[in-house]
Structures are given as structure tokens and as C-alpha cells.
């Protein structure tokens, strides 16, 4: 039997939980984290006994303990799995908790040592820590399973389910409050059905329910073709500078709001000293945990606005341009420079590729990215590069003239140009002057 093959599509909403459901989503948060810190521990001691045993095997050791080594691994593997983990644990054993969240934490250590081997410096899975001073984020995720009674899957049966515009069901949770923009999708989309579903409170303390949708056809039509393709830079000077001379200003929200954040800050550190001057937990301390969620809010603005901006200049480009070509930003050795570190982390270019990524492929349209080696040293009309034949490179220079053909350049639109120029050639089309 082939397998079905499904477009995904993710929505997310505010959701309202009352204070029992959130004791609910609290339980089954600490549940999820439990499940997978024991799974890498027992994991960690199956690697160290398949040690032993090859060590043993290897050298024509003593074989005595070999048995008993081979029980304990595959007492091991049992343990593993959710049934023995609730007969060897009574606390999971508790009413409120749902049987998906133990599928999803095994699925998700999966995915991390899939992770491991297929990405270099991933690193292997670590455990998932819990602030024992402030318990301010919580996440767990389920599954949806099909009513026994239903036929065909959909978004109004199941354990997931919609009730109506406003309310959904969530298993163990029960029905909450919802809102969001999602209804544009889901008003015109009606063969697609709840794959999986994320809830997550966030450190200002709001709860937020991630769905993934699953459809056999496409959610987004693709966009109009408009045979125009553009090449960008992205520098600090200004946000990006396209190479049809396109200019987007950084807005720089972090440094905007850096002071009144400083100071709120400030004002953190010394309630917290206070606390425990007076022997007291900071996650009771009430003065302490008020300006902690005051900081939250504030830093939480700042992501939000430059996420906002990230969406408004990826979706302009994807509606203008067919063909899209930026440099590949290797933002992580870029933060290793104290003096740009700051400024690099409040431009967000990583996230603005990421958006640039899915919104092309969503809408039909091409974006790929390309060595930027040189690529601001080369002059675009005759490709002398700087630094060469005796030449001293552009360093901070704004502007340059090139000593071979004399002509004058904007570092920032020159630069654009020749990524539009590598990018080109990398998709096998010819640059049209």
C-alpha cells in the first residue's frame, strides 16, 4: 500500500486556559521533559554496558559478568517504552496526563540524535534543565487520534477538534478559548485535518497552541510570476540594499529599547538580592517575580517587532521578485566580534533566510544563497578585486572607485549586485545587463 504523501501547514493561536487547565498543561509539561531525560539516561548507560561487552569480546576477558550485562541491557531496552515507565513510576500514573505526550518526547529524542548524525556540530541530546527559581516556561506536545466513529479525518472530529470560530478541544485539557488569524486558512481550506498540536507558555506568561496541519492538497496557491530576480545585501549600515538600488533601514529595536530594558534590569537584580537577603525563594519572592514578567514583556516586544518586520520584508520580496539571492550569513562566527555582536544579534539576518527559505518554496518562487567571499571587494563591471596587484582592500570605505576601470561604487549596491551575479550562474541563467 503506498503511502500517503501530505502538504504541512502550521497555525498558531492564543490560547485562554483556566487555572485547572493550566495545572493540566503544567503536569503533562513536566511529564513530557521527565520521559525524555530518563530515555537520554538510559540511553547514556545502554551506550557504556555495548562499551563493556566489546571491550570484553575484543581482549578474550573474563566472560562471567557478560550475562548479567545482557540482562541489564535489555532490561533497559523495556524500560523504554511508556507501559514500563508507568509500572516502574507512580507519578505517571496520574489521571490528568495524556498517553501521546510519551510518544512525542521518544519521537522528539529521535529527532535529536537524527540530528546528531546528519548535521555537523549538533551535538548530542542533551537534558532538558527545569529554573528551579523561576518556573516561567512550560511546553508539551500531543498527537491527534481518529474517532473510533468517524470515517474521513477532519478538523471537527478526532481528539483535536474545532468546536466552532472560537473554541477548540484539546485531550485532558479539555475546551479553551482560542483567537488568531488562522480562520483565512481554515475558512478556505476544508479537506485538511490536526496532525499534531504544541502548547507552550512563555515567559510572560502567555499559553500559545501550535497546530500542525495536514492536507493531500496545497494550502497557498503559487504567486503570480513577475520574471524579475534581485540580488541583496545585508549589511548594519542599512537592513538590506537590493541590486535594483532598493534600500530597507534598520530599525534596530534592541538598541531603541536598550536603556529602559538596562533599567528594568537593574531594578531586577536588586529585588533579587533583596529576596534572598531575606531568605526567601525568588519564585516567592512577589516583587521579584512582578519586574521579572515587566523584563519579560520588554524583551518580548523587541522579538516581536523585529519578527513582525522580518515577515513584511520577506513577503515583499517573495511577491516581487521570482528569483531571490542573498549571501550566506555565518551569523555564529559573527558574534564572536565583541564590538558588532550586539547589533548582528538585534538585525536577526538569520531569521530573515529562515523566513526567505519556506515562504519561497510555499509560493512558488526560487531563493538560494551564495559564497559572500569577495563578493564586496569585487568590482561588478570589470571584476578586479581589491587587496590584489597591489591594492589595498576597501576596508570601512562606504564608497570606492575601482583603480582598474576607474568606475565609482556604493559598496553596499556593488556587493548586491555581484550576488545577484553569482546567483545567476548558480541556477544556469545569464545575466541580462
Known sequence: MQKTEYYCY????????SQEQKEIIKVNSDIYRTVYNKLNAINFQKMKIKKTLEHIEKNNLNQINTCALKAMLARLKELEKAKAMRDNWSYMRDSRIDSMVFTCARRNYQAAWNMFRKVNNAGVPKYHKRNPYECNYQTCATYEKKHRDAKTWSLWNGSIRFFDNTHIRLPKVGRLRVSGSYRRVLDTKTDCHIGKVSVKMDNTGKYTATFLLLSETPFVNPKEKTKKQVGIDLNLENFLMASDGTVVDNPEFYRKAKKKIAKAKRKLSYRGLQAKKSNRKLCDSKNY?????????????????????LHAQSAKLVNEYDLIVAEEMRTKNMLKDYAFSR?????????????????????????????PKNTTQQCHDCGFVMGTENTQQIGKKREWVCPKCGRFHNRDYNASKNILALGLKQVGIEESN
Open 289 to 309: 517575580q512582578k519586574q521579572r514578567l515587566h523584563v519579560a514583556k520588554l524583551e518580548k516586544k523587541v522579538m516581536n517587532q523585529r519578527d513582525s518586520f
Open 343 to 371: 547589533r548582528i544579534s538585534d538585525v536577526g539576518w538569520r531569521l530573515f533566510l529562515e523566513k526567505m527559505t519556506y515562504k519561497a518554496n510555499l509560493y512558488g518562487k526560487k531563493f538560494v544563497t551564495v559564497d
Open 10 to 17: 502550521a497555525i498558531k493561536m492564543r490560547i485562554y486556559p
